[in-house]
Structures are given as structure tokens and as C-alpha cells.
């Protein structure tokens, strides 16, 4: 869920990483059904796996939002930094 990375992905100082896995991708698994966190939809990859750097940089997003005192949605807006990665494909020997 990228609303809820975003929040966590340290604000002005943090990176969000976005990890583009192709579709059936089995290097991993999903663990909303493990986790105290249900609803955010995320995945824990193996460990060992090597990933390609795709794009980086720095965009205007949200990085946050919340209610405030008279029930009225604000969203933060502000820069962040990325970093977009797929998995490297194991070469046969």
C-alpha cells in the first residue's frame, strides 16, 4: 500500500524503494496473514536475491496525512526520494 510506505519511508531523510516483481514472481511470500498489520499488503522477499537499480530520484508526494481538530482530512505533501528495483534474473551455467 503505498500510502502507508510512504509514511514510513523516513519522511525528508528516507528512500521509498518500490520493487517492480513480474507477474507469478515466487521469490517471496505475502505475510498479511502473519502480521499484526493486516490490510498493507506487504511481502517479504528471500533473502540473497540480487535487484537492479531501474530509476532513482526525487519526485513531490504525499508523505503523510491525518485528521485534524475539526475532522477535516490534511494530507502532507513534500519531496521524496526513490529508488525502483526488479529482480535480476539467474543466468543458467
Known amino acids: 500500500d503505498y500510502a502507508v510506505a510512504s509514511g514510513h519511508s523516513g519522511g525528508a531523510y528516507g ?47 504525499i508523505l503523510g496525512e491525518y485528521v485534524n481538530e475539526e475532522n477535516v482530512r490534511e494530507i502532507i505533501y513534500g519531496f521524496q526520494r526513490y529508488m525502483k528495483l526488479m529482480p535480476v534474473e539467474e543466468k543458467a551455467e
Do not use: C, H, Q, W
Open 15 to 61: 528512500t521509498m524503494l518500490e520493487f517492480y516483481l513480474p507477474k507469478g514472481y515466487d521469490n517471496g511470500i505475502y505475510v498479511d496473514a502473519f502480521s499484526m498489520f493486516t490490510g498493507e499488503k506487504e511481502y517479504m522477499l528471500n533473502a540473497g536475491v540480487t535487484y537492479e537499480v531501474v530509476d532513482a530520484g526525487v519526485r513531490y508526494a
